[in-house]
């Protein structure tokens, strides 16, 4: 089995900045793209930031400019820098990885728990 394990969300104040990461655990052969979502209540989930295998990105319009992602392909681990963070980015972020867990296998979904994250005005 697979485990991904957010950590870093929290409370800040408008402008601030908070830095999410997401590792990857268990059964794991390699791992195609990984990135993040983020749900607001009633509302679809939505596509933050992504990051492939050989490091490139693709961001919401949303976020340009003031989130960056990155990963460590040796820990399997994702982060999500956010910078100048504002109201609006008030909800919980969810980490996605794509897992092969053999040479011949496809790759399959995992999720992460969520974590909260919460900007003050």
């Known amino acids: 089995q697979v485990q991904l394990v957010e950590s870093g969300g929290g409370m800040v104040q408008a402008g601030g900045s908070l830095r999410l990461s997401c590792a990857a655990s268990g059964s794991i052969f390699s791992i195609n793209v990984m990135d993040w979502y983020r749900q607001a209540p009633g509302k679809q989930r939505e596509l933050v930031a992504a990051i492939d295998r050989r490091g490139t990105t693709n961001y919401a319009d949303s976020v340009k400019g003031r989130f960056t992602i990155s990963r460590d392909n040796a820990k399997n681990t994702v982060y999500l820098q956010m910078n100048s963070l504002k109201p609006e980015d008030t909800v919980v972020y969810y980490c996605?990885?794509?897992?092969?867990?053999?040479?011949?296998?496809?790759?399959?979904?995992?999720w992460g728990q969520g974590t909260q994250v919460t900007v003050s005005s």
């Open positions: 996605h990885a794509q897992v092969s867990r053999s040479a011949w296998g496809r790759y399959y979904d995992y």
